[in-house]
């Protein structure tokens, strides 16, 4: 970790033409900051911020070059493209042996665990163990900062993580997540996972939690041009309504059907008009 950021630093540095005596000062002295660009110490995230003011480069920018740069992030961005393409195909066999071999691979026991929730929205008799999913779950109430891995493991998980868990997690992953002005990829997904969490939410009738994520929504919305996430989430909104036996839900929902066809977006108009076509013959009272 530490060899990697002080080599972004190096990069960044010697790009700029600027000399280490030009950001050294009494608090961080040049052989200082040279043992950290070659990786043989540590400096503070303070220090690292202020050498960052001097050299005119935020902490978004130097994050973003980091995060280009660093082959583990890009190997799990990596198999993620693997899995959605196995996923999209309906490939059981090609996730199933992605579990059992290595070579294109080294996952880690969270990346199984994922695979394995992803099968399971294929195939129910495949699924994580409770104790593969405890152990997860335990790893993500410890995280204190949310960012890409972490916002990705809950989302592929949720399917089989139980409600009590996953809506806690969804609420501790709206307060923590690493947001970057530069770079508003968290964000879309933060807000397409809490999209999620409402439809489950409607689904086990926990019309509190609904109230509350439908908050946090639009406020993650406002502002912003997603049109994918605003028409799902208009769909929600009305599955909502339509739950709480409110007339306009209905019509909610089908103004995001047009939405999708409109767009030309099949898959999209095919799952939800299934979804909406499921749940419209009947809807009971309100609980909480």
């Not at 010697?14 to 002295?29: A, M, P, Q, V």
Request: proline letters at 1%; hydrophobic letters at 35%.
């Amino acid at each position: 970790m530490k060899s990697s950021l002080g080599k972004i630093l190096r990069k960044i540095r010697r790009g700029k033409n600027i000399s280490l005596t030009s950001i050294s000062d009494k608090y961080l002295s040049k052989s200082q900051i040279s043992r950290f660009e070659r990786g043989e110490s540590e400096i503070s995230c303070i220090r690292l911020i202020n050498i960052l003011d001097k050299m005119n480069v935020t902490l978004d920018e130097f994050m973003i070059l980091y995060n280009n740069d660093n082959k583990k992030n890009q190997s799990f961005i990596d198999l993620l493209e693997y899995i959605r393409k196995a996923y999209s195909e309906q490939e059981i066999d090609t996730l199933i042996n992605l579990l059992n071999t290595q070579d294109k691979f080294q996952l880690s026991k969270f990346d199984k665990t994922m695979i394995k929730s992803i099968l399971y929205t294929i195939d129910s008799s495949i699924k994580p163990s409770q104790e593969e999913l405890l152990e997860l779950t335990d790893y993500l109430f410890k995280v204190e900062f949310w960012g890409y891995y972490e916002i990705i493991l809950l989302g592929n998980c949720a399917p089989t993580i139980d409600y009590s868990s996953l809506i806690l997690l969804t609420r501790e992953m709206l307060r923590n997540y690493i947001y970057s002005s530069l770079n508003k990829n968290n964000k879309k997904l933060v807000t397409q996972l809490a999209i999620n969490c409402l439809i489950t939410s409607i689904e086990h009738r926990k019309f509190n939690d609904c109230n509350y994520l439908i908050k946090k929504i639009k406020k993650l919305l406002d502002g912003e041009l997603n049109y994918y996430e605003q028409t799902v989430f208009l769909y929600a909104e009305g599955f909502f309504e339509f739950k709480k036996s409110k007339s306009k839900g209905r019509e909610k929902m089908e103004q995001a059907l047009q939405v999708f066809e409109i767009l030309g977006d099949t898959t999209m108009l095919t799952n939800y008009t299934e979804h909406y076509l499921k749940i419209i013959n009947g809807s009971t009272e309100a609980t909480d």
